[in-house]
């Protein structure tokens, strides 16, 4: 028996992959500029290169923004009747 896809459930399943591509990207994003602060506190004057809340801050918007990149367009696909999508071709 078919059932029609509820708007949370669609919603579930393109978060689902927006989650997993953030947590990839943070985790590949993360370790090298901490790999890199020898050559960095060279050139900083009076910056702590491994400031802590800095980089927290900095984590914490790329993923609202990388959240809020997948959550509207799939918000808005929700709300599209399929058939009208369908006949649009």
């Known amino acids: 028996m078919l059932t029609r896809a509820v708007a949370r459930d669609i919603i579930r399943l393109v978060m689902r992959d927006v989650f997993i591509l953030t947590g990839i990207g943070i985790a590949i994003g993360l370790p090298p500029p901490w790999g890199l602060t020898r050559m960095v ?17 900095a984590t914490l918007g790329i993923a609202v923004v990388a959240l809020l990149a997948g959550y509207v367009p799939t918000l808005r696909a929700t709300r599209v009747d399929p058939m009208r999508a369908l006949r649009w071709e």
């Open 41 to 57: 506190r060279s050139q900083l004057y009076g910056i702590q290169p491994n400031d802590t809340l800095t980089i927290a801050a």
